[in-house]
């Protein structure tokens, strides 16, 4: 049973390779360059009609001394629908679709309706808003900073709102020069644990069937 579904699927989804360049590695960008790229970011995310790669996810608690490491496959398709899927060190499924979201944790499914949680409503926007780009734009919850190395453009999002500022401090996102799209993505918490994930081998306007969205 989930005692606290929002929690749990909060810390899933917050997502790296082992190490990340500082920010004070990358160089500041001029306001004409940055809104550039916002642009041409939300110009690949309306094009883009599905995604699939590898991930790995590395989390880092206060609590423990060691990260925790999962490795797996993600899927994305217009409109609201992703699949999460941890292989490694546990199998484990998180479906969303349409603002209903399905849990499989070996042979237990937990089903709910996003719109039903205020946190979770919260959770999928930002989700969502991470990997296709919009969040650049959404100056109303987040302050956007934003830098460059030779091989991504980093965009830093400091939290703004009150009640998402709660569970959320900062996020940070790495998009590939190459096409745009987010290649890595940190999330910190406000008591100083952090989730990063790396994306790698990624397929973009490939098919996917729908059944990849339900849970068997």
């Not at 001394?65 to 899927?85: A, D, P």
């Not at 996020?171 to 987010?182: N, Q």
Request: hydrophobic content about 40%; some cysteine.
């Amino acid at each position: 049973m989930l005692h606290n579904p929002a929690i749990l699927f909060w810390s899933l989804m917050l997502i790296s390779w082992a190490s990340f360049p500082a920010m004070s590695q990358n160089r500041p960008i001029d306001a004409a360059s940055s809104e550039s790229l916002k642009n041409r970011v939300k110009e690949v995310a309306m094009n883009t009609r599905t995604i699939s790669c590898d991930f790995i996810q590395e989390k880092e608690m206060s609590m423990i001394t060691e990260k925790i490491t999962s490795k797996g496959k993600f899927f994305l398709k217009k409109e609201k629908m992703l699949r999460w899927e941890y292989l490694q060190p546990f199998s484990y499924i998180i479906i969303i679709k349409n603002d209903h979201i399905t849990i499989k944790d070996e042979n237990k499914v937990n089903q709910f309706n996003v719109q039903s949680d205020k946190v979770f409503l919260e959770i999928n926007r930002v989700i969502l808003g991470s990997i296709q780009g919009t969040l650049l734009s959404d100056e109303q919850n987040f302050k956007a900073t934003f830098f460059e190395n030779s091989t991504s453009w980093v965009v830093k999002l400091t939290t703004l709102n009150p009640k998402l500022k709660e569970s959320l401090s900062e996020i940070v996102l790495w998009f590939d020069r190459k096409d745009y799209t987010v290649s890595r993505l940190e999330m910190k918490e406000p008591g100083g644990d952090c989730t990063r994930i790396s994306f790698s081998a990624k397929k973009l306007n490939q098919p996917i069937a729908d059944e990849k969205f339900k849970v068997n």
